[in-house]
């Protein structure tokens, strides 16, 4: 087994003062950093993911607005790959699956934001196929919600969709139970 980190969608507009912040961004942030430091010092392959919106009515990650930037304390480096995508599946219409198969990946360590949308669109399509994957949980971050009356805390939405998606077979860890040094790499 080889491991890929995925790293989702950590972009300014999820930050205080962006167009749409979410529930603890910055905490998961400074968590997915560490992470990310770990896959450097190992060698894990990083891939990174960026949404741009694709809707003219759009009302974050607009094209050419500065929301739509990775948040610079989990920035790309050399050689790690970049994708954008338009839809919160980091699987559609984007090549990772192909980068994968051909790399011999098939466990998947996955962290950012949404918790609700794209870790949850992302981690379903890798579990359905075939890929084993892994959230770190704290470094995911998750909207507040309203239904039908209801306010939905943003630490509510996260943990909802984290015993979800156990649930449907993903290992859900915090960062400082996720060993990379003990996981395969290429």
């Known amino acids: 087994m080889s491991t890929g980190i995925v790293v989702i969608d950590i972009q300014k507009d999820y930050f ?14 400074v968590v997915a950093r560490g992470v990310l430091d770990s896959a450097r010092a190992t060698g894990t392959t990083v891939i990174h993911f ?3 919106a694709t809707e003219a009515d759009a009302t974050f990650f607009v094209p050419g607005t500065t929301g ?3 948040y610079p304390l989990v920035a790309q480096v050399t ?9 919160a599946n980091a699987f559609v219409d984007t090549g ?10 098939d466990h998947l360590v996955v962290m950012g934001m949404m918790s609700s949308m794209c870790i949850d669109a992302t981690s379903r399509a890798a579990l359905d196929l075939g890929f084993a994957v892994t959230i770190v949980h704290n470094a995911c971050a ?6 039908q009356g209801t306010e939905v805390p943003g630490a509510s939405v996260h943990a909802a969709f984290m015993a979800a998606l156990r649930d449907a077979g993903a290992d859900v860890l915090a960062a400082a139970d996720l060993d990379l040094e003990s996981l395969p790499v290429r």
């Open 68 to 70: 739509v930037e990775i």
């Open 79 to 87: 050689p790690e790959r970049h994708f954008t995508k338009g839809s």
């Open 96 to 105: 990772l699956e192909r980068l994968l198969r051909a790399e011999n990946i």
């Open 50 to 52: 960026q949404h741009i």
């Open 16 to 29: 205080p003062g962006g167009a749409y912040p979410l529930s603890g961004s910055e905490s998961a942030a």
């Open 142 to 147: 998750a909207p507040a919600f309203e239904f």
